[in-house]
């Protein structure tokens, strides 16, 4: 009697509930869904049309009819071994499973339901002591299960469901609790609350249309297990053998097994259209609800995006001789649904020299960080990349295959992320990772001495701590500075850092960014700098590239384009400095509530 | 950590006490004509009122679970009404029956499991379309219906296997398994279901954070960022899905012991809950339960290992 756990939904389907609009209708326009749902309709009206189809009681044997044939008239299936009509007893079963399946689920899913809503919902403590009695009925062995149940509700089938469907619910109020606190926080639950209205109100309207979703789902996997359970206790003979079910026709069916095999066929075929078609159903529906409607979601399992060189045309212009970086025509295209391709970086050309710092700014969403991406080889899959020319040192990346881009990044290009504390490896130390990264070009020791020395240049006050800390232990800009110091280990020609303070207090941006500037005087390498700020390209770049849209508008020294602008929208870039700064002026005046439990170490 | 086991090792003791109580309670307050189903019909209303004193049955619910408990403690679970057999032996001699077939199920859904996890989230394709199929085959059979059906295909049609009965694997190592073999692999498919698309969901979400992103950038392996990152940072969800897995196949020796003729733990707890032989059912709970703390505790120490934010929990 296994359980499909309904587990296997995650909570983040909850955000899609929006997209759901028709989604059973295009359930019904799925091959399986729409068979799935056809034979599980035909198998109930079966059953519902039983006093029509069969002639015998289910119950009813008639000795002259033991083991008869197939198609004996009036005995369609035959009789089994004490001569009642299998066709009978099928038709019997299929009304009590159904009877099971809605009394099982239904319990399950009504418990489950509120009690998850009500934990999730109400308040710290409701939520503890709820969740610790469903925790306890989780932990409840189903051997004693049986044993229990078994004096309690006798033969009565119907109570016997009853009381497995309040164990079945622990699933769906897993489910539904976290479901519901994830939703809980929404901001549009917020604002129900401070329009004034009742948390009924917001529970019944907001919270629960947002999870009905995956509460339909589980209920088809609940009735499904329903079923087997009830078929399993038949079998095994707990409860009134005055009962046709699945579960008893299989036990007489294994007990004729020598004599007479096909008897099983009917009950077990009968069984599995029934289980079958509800978890398929349930399945489907999940795919429907999970399925983007926009993008092509990727078949390929390499992890790599396509690289395409363009065919070069006339008025293509050549890579820049001598230059660390240089990039021309970089086109980026993901597709859609419809066939089409949305373009989001379109053409861009930039240049980037060893010892020189480039700003690329625009605003988010103007294509700088896939421009980036698309130049480290780490665009997702889905991505298509084209370009004249992309050129590190000379040499070409755009021909460059999976292992060959590893080992460009392992040489010669970095990356500094943009929100520090997702871009460490939870499970593994600080030091273990940066380490890991050294492998290979010298020996465990020297790497272990050669990461503290980086922790401690890159400004870490403890770094043998720090060596030894877990992500979670550290605060955002230490592990920013991590992260720098993973970044430089391989003492790259090229850094590319995407917004590397965005995420960060104020106070460390700056710390952050004067590391950076050092580094990149020590090392001479080239860094390309993506940002949406200006203030910070002016404080630090060579030169600045200003991207809109996916194309870059303008591109220059610093000096001159901070000072004369020619393009509107880098005018208005510059304009938004001083309202940025006034901005970040009131961060500090209170701090974001994570940033203060996770401190700087002294 | 070690508090944290601590307060779950107390949790656990909690639940052995409620979890007995309850049964407890709810068996011998049952009603359950006790005396009468072992004396038979003929004996006297007398004779029946003697042996209900004798047992201890005529005192109230509550003295009667204060001294079940009282001996439990001190390793005394009683005799069982019909047979006299102490419950304690008959239970250590019937658990390495079940305990072989759970514990080979479990083996093989560890490892296909994983296998079939990792390679169907990194490859996808056929390997996807395997693990679909199980899956499908797993939750539209029953386990009664799979087992019947492997008993007729590898037991009576090609005969590969004996169809039923146990050979203790220190008699002969090879029928052992041979023995094993078939019921194993019905609780596996099960298994392998529930675990491996577990894994397989993980590990793609995981695939898909940043963090892996960043070690792609600096050059790590992809054998080394899905094997040793990302598996390790996706096997908490796994570890959680194998316990409960774990709980349900120990369960479902119910049914497999029976369409295997396995002289086991299912049958024991069969045999006692038919009878309504009350000690012999107060000890499979005692030790189902048990069971189910020591899998929870064994479980967050994995836990503890895997994902270092559990280690203060």
Known sequence: ?602 | MFSFLLRRLGAGVVLVFIVTFLTFVLTYGADIPVARNILGPSATEADVALLNEQLGLDRPVLEQYWSWLTSAFAGDLGRSYFTSEPVAAAMSSRLPVTMSVVIVACVLTLVISCALGVASAVRGGVLDSILQGISTVAYVFPAIVLGIIMVYVFAITLQWVPAIGYVSLADSPGLWLASVALPALVLAIHGIAALASQIRGSLIDELNKEYVRTLRSRGFSERSIVLKHALRNAASAGLTVFSLQFITLFGASLFIEKIFALPGYGTYTYNSVVQGDLPAMMGVTLFSVLLVVVVNLLVDIANGWVNPKARVA
């Open chain 1, 1 to 602: 009697m296994t359980i499909p756990g309904p587990d296997v939904i995650s909570a983040p389907q909850a955000e899609r509930h929006r997209r759901r609009h028709g989604a059973f209708r295009r359930l019904l326009r799925k091959p399986l869904g729409l068979s799935a749902l056809v034979v599980l309709v035909g198998v109930v009206v079966l059953g519902l049309l039983e006093p029509v189809l069969s002639t015998h009681a289910p119950m009813s044997s008639d000795l002259a009819y033991t083991n008869a044939s197939l198609g004996t008239p009036g005995w369609p299936l035959g009789g089994d071994q004490f001569g009642r009509d299998i066709w009978a007893r099928v038709l019997g079963s299929i009304n009590v499973s159904v009877i099971s399946a809605v009394i099982g689920a239904g319990v399950g899913v009504v418990i489950g339901t509120v009690f998850g809503l009500i934990a999730g919902y109400v308040g710290r403590r409701t939520d503890a002591i709820t969740s610790w009695v469903f925790n306890l009925l989780i932990a409840f062995p189903s051997l004693v299960l049986v044993i229990v149940l078994y004096p309690v509700v006798g033969s009565s089938y119907q109570g016997m469901m009853a009381i497995f469907g309040l164990f079945l619910s622990t699933g769906i109020f897993r489910l539904v609790r976290n479901l519901v606190i994830t939703v809980r926080n929404e901001l549009y639950v917020d604002a129900a609350r401070v329009s004034g209205l009742s948390n009924l109100r917001i529970v019944g309207r907001h919270v629960l249309f947002a999870v009905r979703g995956p509460i339909i789902i589980a209920t088809a996997f609940l009735a499904s297990s329903a079923i087997g359970v009830q078929a399993g206790l038949a079998f095994l003979g707990f409860g009134s053998t005055q009962i046709p079910s699945f579960g008893a026709m299989v036990n007489d069916a294994f007990l004729n097994l020598y004599r007479d095999p096909v008897q099983l066929v009917w009950p077990a075929g009968f069984l599995a259209l029934l289980t079958g078609s509800l978890v398929i159903l349930g399945n489907s529906y999940r795919d429907v609800l999970a399925a983007p409607q926009d993008t092509v979601r990727s078949r390929r399992r390499t992890q790599e995006a396509i690289v395409t060189r363009d065919v070069p045309n006339e008025d293509a212009q050549p890579p820049m001789a001598g230059a660390l970086l240089s990039v021309r025509g970089l086109r980026v295209r993901y597709p859609h649904v419809d066939g089409s391709f949305k373009e989001v970086v379109r053409g861009v050309s930039l240049d980037v020299q060893s010892g020189e710092m480039v700003g690329l700014v625009g605003e988010s969403g103007s294509g700088k960080t896939q421009t980036a991406f698309s130049i480290l080889g780490l665009l997702p899959k889905e991505g298509r990349v084209a370009a004249d020319a992309m050129e590190l040192l000379g040499e070409s990346l755009l021909d460059k295959d999976a292992r060959a881009m590893r080992a460009v990044r392992r040489h010669l290009v970095s990356y500094i992320p943009q929100e520090p504390m997702a871009n460490l490896d939870p499970a593994f130390t600080v030091g273990s990772q940066l380490v890991e990264g050294l492998r290979g070009r010298m020996s465990r020791r020297e790497a272990v001495d050669e990461v503290k020395g980086l922790l401690a240049r890159v400004g870490i006050p403890d770094p043998e701590r720090t060596f030894r800390s877990y992500p979670y232990q550290i605060s955002g800009g230490m592990a920013q500075r991590v992260l720098i110091a993973g970044a430089v280990a391989s003492k790259p020609k090229l850094l590319i850092a995407d917004e590397p303070t965005t995420a960060l207090d104020v106070t460390v941006q700056a710390e952050i960014l004067d590391l950076l500037r050092d580094l990149q005087e020590e090392s001479g390498m080239g860094v390309l700098l993506v940002t949406h700020n200006f203030g910070v390209v002016a404080d630090l770049c060579d030169r600045v590239a200003v991207m809109r849209s996916g194309e870059i508008v303008e591109t220059g020294e610093v000096r001159t384009i901070f000072h004369r602008p020619s393009h509107p929208y880098t005018q208005e870039l510059i304009g938004s400095i001083l309202d940025e700064e006034s901005v970040r002026e009131d961060d500090i005046a209170e701090p974001r509530p994570d940033m203060v439990s996770t401190k700087e170490q002294p």
